[in-house]
C-alpha cells in the first residue's frame, strides 16, 4: 500500500501572530507544531503499513522549519518525506497550497493520500477537497473508520455527519481526511526519534516542480485575506431568574430597550 499524508506545521496557538502589512500569520520563529489533526492522518498511513505492508510519505508545504513537523512524523514511523519550500510559496491560500501540493503528488504513485480534517491556523478544511479533485480522485471526508481491501482494492470508510454517520465503498486510490477518533496517535519512541534524523527528506522548490511563480504562493492565491483581527470579546449577557412570566418578560424588554435593541 503507498500513502501518501499530507501534514502542516501550524503555530502553537498561544504563539499566533499576524504580520500588519501581508495580513498572513507570522511562521518565522514562532514555535510551532504537527496540526493535531493530521497526527491522526500519520497513525493511519501507519496502522495500514502495519496490515498491508507498503510504505508511508509525508509532505508539506511551508517555511524551511517545517521540516521539524516532517521529522516528528519520520519519528513516528514514517518512511521518507518531501518538503516543499520556495518564498514564491508563501501567503498561499488553500487553492495555491493545494495547487503545490497536487504538482508534487503527481511525481508519487499512491493508492491512499491522507489530509487532517482541518488545520488549526486556517481551519478552513479545504485543502484535502481541493487536493483530491485536482488530482482528479474520489475524496473521503471526515473519516472515523477505514477498512482497507487491499485484493479487491477498495477501501470502506465510516464517515462523520452531523445526525450520525455514512459507510462509504470505494475503488483506490482515494483521498481521505481524518478526524479526531479515528485512532490514537502513538508518541514516538527514543528510537523512533534517533532513527528519523537517517530517514530521506527530500526538498523541492517551485523550479523543481516545474511551476510558474506566478501560479502558486499569494501570487497564485485567488483568496485576499484582507483584514485579520481578533474579534470583540463577547459582552457578558445577562441570567434572569425571575420566575414570573410577565415580570420575566418586563426584565427582556428592560435589556433590550437599555442594548437599544428595540
Ligand atoms: C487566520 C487565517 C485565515 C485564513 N483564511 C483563509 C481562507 O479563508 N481562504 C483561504 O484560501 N486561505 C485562508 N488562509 C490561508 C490558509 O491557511 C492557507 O492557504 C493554508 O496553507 C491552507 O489552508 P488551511 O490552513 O485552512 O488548511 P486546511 O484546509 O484546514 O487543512 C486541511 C488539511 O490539508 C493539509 N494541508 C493544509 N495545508 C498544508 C500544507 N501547507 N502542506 C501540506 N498539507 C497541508 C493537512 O492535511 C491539513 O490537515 C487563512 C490563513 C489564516 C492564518
Known sequence: MRIVVCVKQVPEITEVRIDPVTHTLVREGVPSILNPFDEFAVEE????????????????????????ALLKCLAMGADRAILLTDRAFAGADTWATAYALCLAIKRLEYDIILCGK???????????????????I?????????EIDANASKIVAHRETEDGHEVIECRL???????????????????????????????????????????????GSYTEV?????????????????????????????????????
Do not use: C, W, Y
Not at 474520489?138 to 477505514?146: C, L
Not at 433590550?256 to 435593541?261: A, D, F, G, K, V
Open 45 to 68: 498511513a501507519l496502522r495500514i503499513r502495519e496490515k498491508h505492508g507498503g510504505e508511508v510519505t509525508v509532505v508539506t508545504m511551508g517555511p524551511p522549519q517545517a521540516r521539524e
Open 118 to 136: 482541518q488545520a488549526i491556523d486556517g481551519d478552513t478544511g479545504q485543502v484535502g477537497p481541493m487536493l483530491a479533485e485536482s488530482l482528479g
Open 138 to 146: 474520489p475524496q473521503i471526508t471526515f473519516a472515523k473508520k477505514v
Open 173 to 219: 486510490p482515494v483521498l481521505l481526511t481524518a478526524i479526531k477518533g479515528l485512532n490514537e496517535p502513538r508518541i514516538p519512541s527514543l528510537m523512533g526519534v534517533m532513527s528519523a534524523t537517517k530517514k530521506e527528506i527530500r526538498t523541492m522548490t517551485a523550479a523543481d516542480l516545474g511551476v510558474k511563480p506566478e501560479l502558486v504562493g499569494l501570487k
Open 226 to 262: 484582507v483584514q485579520v483581527f481578533a474579534p470583540e470579546p463577547r459582552k457578558k449577557g445577562i441570567v434572569i431568574t425571575e420566575t414570573d412570566p410577565e415580570k420575566a418578560a418586563g426584565k427582556i424588554i428592560e435589556f433590550l430597550q437599555n442594548e437599544s435593541l428595540i
